[in-house]
């Protein structure tokens, strides 16, 4: 079971804790688009590898991102 | 003291000036008017949406950013309610306990990136990303990953 392969397997780095210059704001786009599936959905903390703190609060950027249409809530395969 | 805060908000795409001029006035004089200090306005322009909103897919994206306090938002969200052309609105704390008299302005606005679209060192290349290509992409995408999202796509 190695659930969604899409992303980093390593399990070891959290990048906002390895690089702390990087912000996490729920307006970059082009980050927050990492961390989510090509269906828009979130991707599991197994899989990229953030530490617990980052990951909550890059769900909150990604939710607040959503609600203002930056990024989708679902995105339906065609 | 005052908080730091911003509001990023959405408008109907196709307004006149005057429209757009009066959402700035309607704002603004509700900073004013409630012990705020604005620190910035900026019309971040149009942009696709993610979704339809009120049937339109394109929206004007306006940001600000002041301080104040629980007064002063209380009376911003009530503008964008109140304002028919604001479709969609979020208000963020960035920060508490700012002393206005040594608060600058003028450093903190410049430190405003509409998106965030903050300048980076573009190292890691990731070809399916349009835009804001490499962001800090050392410890993450390396040959392996890359290669399981290729797979992928």
Request: aromatic share 8%; charged share 35%.
């Amino acid at each position: 079971m190695s659930g969604n392969r899409k992303f980093f397997y390593r399990r070891k780095v959290c990048i906002f804790c390895a690089d702390k210059g990087v912000v996490l704001d729920y307006k970059d786009v082009g980050l927050l688009r990492r961390f989510t599936t090509d269906r828009g959905r979130i991707v599991p903390r197994r899989i990229s590898g953030t530490c617990a703190k980052h990951q909550r609060a890059l769900t909150l950027a990604i939710k607040r991102s959503r609600v203002m249409a930056l990024l989708p809530f679902t995105v339906l395969e065609s | 003291m005052l908080r730091k805060y911003e509001t990023l908000f959405i408008t109907k795409p196709d307004l006149p000036d005057e429209s757009m001029e009066k959402v700035k006035q309607r704002v603004t004089g509700a900073v004013k008017k409630n012990g705020g200090l604005e620190i910035a306005y900026q019309d971040w322009g149009k942009r696709k949406m993610a979704y339809q909103i009120q049937k339109l897919s394109k929206g004007n994206y306006v940001y600000i950013r002041y301080l104040g306090n629980g007064t002063t938002v209380a009376e911003i969200e009530h503008q964008m309610k109140v304002l028919d052309d604001v479709m969609r609105y979020v208000t963020v704390k960035l920060d508490e306990r700012i002393d206005p008299d040594q608060f600058d302005f003028e450093a903190d606005a410049a430190s405003i990136y509409p998106f965030g679209a903050r300048p980076r060192d573009n190292d890691s290349p990731r070809g399916d990303e349009q835009g804001e290509g490499g962001e800090m992409g050392d410890s993450g995408p390396d040959g392996d990953s890359k290669d399981d999202m290729d797979a992928d796509n």
